[in-house]
């Protein structure tokens, strides 16, 4: 039974009732909560130098992601790595092989290029955090649909049309994905050989413009749809998804951000005894 209530931006799915929501989202933290585990995981990764926290944030988004339902570790992880592996090796490249400094500690020399700690600790730190970015972001884009993000950030009292922005971003990936497939068939239809690389490097300028352009007037318009009917209008927040939560989340999102400020502050006081990636390799 489907209970009258207001559209899931992007999508037009209409309210769920709290019977048939409870099977499916049940069992799931409120999308709010995640939604501050996220961001309190980011100032963590950021915030504290040592590269230990990014490394722990890793290694539990990978546990997330194996006890998860609704993602695949293969597909989170084959994601991961191909955007995190190229980066690996530039880093290693530019900041090990060629970190301007006159006191280095030199592992490895050969004409103008020289393997310093220094350059290799600087690309571990920001390898690590760009890796737990991408690792979050990943786990969060795919296992969280347009009317969680939409639901978490109404609760988490964001004005209503930022909180439709954020959740079009999400909702309209898929379709994105779609329209470049449907721009490529079409491409392959009239002689040109997409199967190659080569041949789509060429076409991307193109179709990036005009579906950067095309996804940009989709959500216009669907704002202005929900606008008229009524956005934002009603005082009362009505969730599109049936959530069970008890009152612990609440004090579970209040712990958890004020922790993560926590231990900011405290690595910024120098009283947070963790190392650091000189510390690690070995050298200090």
């Known amino acids: 039974m489907i209970a009258s209530g207001p559209e899931t931006p992007g999508t037009g799915c209409a309210a769920v009732s709290p019977e048939d929501g409870r099977t499916d989202l049940g069992r799931r933290l409120h999308p709010a909560t995640e ?20 490394m722990a944030v890793i290694v ?9 339902p609704a993602l695949r570790l293969r597909s989170w992880a084959l994601g991961v790595a191909v955007l995190c592996l190229p980066t690996l090796f530039v880093l290693v490249i530019v900041q090990g ?36 970015l991408i690792g979050l972001c990943a786990l969060f884009g ?40 449907h721009v490529i068939e079409a491409r392959k239809a009239r002689g040109w050989a997409t199967q190659h690389w080569r041949v789509r490097m060429r076409l991307l300028p193109g179709i990036v413009t005009g579906l950067f352009t095309s996804v ?14 009524g956005l934002g209008a009603n005082s009362r927040r009505v969730e599109l998804h049936y959530y069970h939560t008890g009152r612990g989340q609440g004090l579970l999102r209040l712990t958890i951000a004020v922790l993560a400020v926590g231990l900011v502050a405290a690595s910024v ?16």
Do not use: K
């Open 35 to 54: 939604i501050v585990i996220l961001f309190s995981s980011l100032l963590l990764v950021f915030g504290v130098p040592s590269p230990v926290v990014p």
């Open 60 to 68: 539990a988004t990978g546990l997330t992601v194996v006890v998860s």
């Open 97 to 132: 092989f060629f970190y301007p400094g006159a006191e280095v500690h030199v592992l490895w020399e050969a004409a103008p290029a020289h393997l310093s700690v220094e350059g290799l600790s600087i690309a571990i730190q920001i390898w690590l955090r760009v890796t737990a």
């Open 142 to 181: 795919l296992g969280t649909d347009s009317a969680r993000l939409f639901d978490g950030l109404r609760m988490l009292r964001l004005p209503d049309s930022i909180a439709y922005v954020c959740a079009s971003a999400i909702g309209l990936i898929p379709l994105i994905g779609a329209r470049t497939r």
């Open 216 to 229: 940009l007037i989709e959500v216009e318009q669907r704002h202005e749809v929900l606008e008229q009917s």
């Open 269 to 284: 006081a120098g009283v947070l005894p963790l190392p650091d990636s000189s510390q690690l390799i070995g050298v200090r």
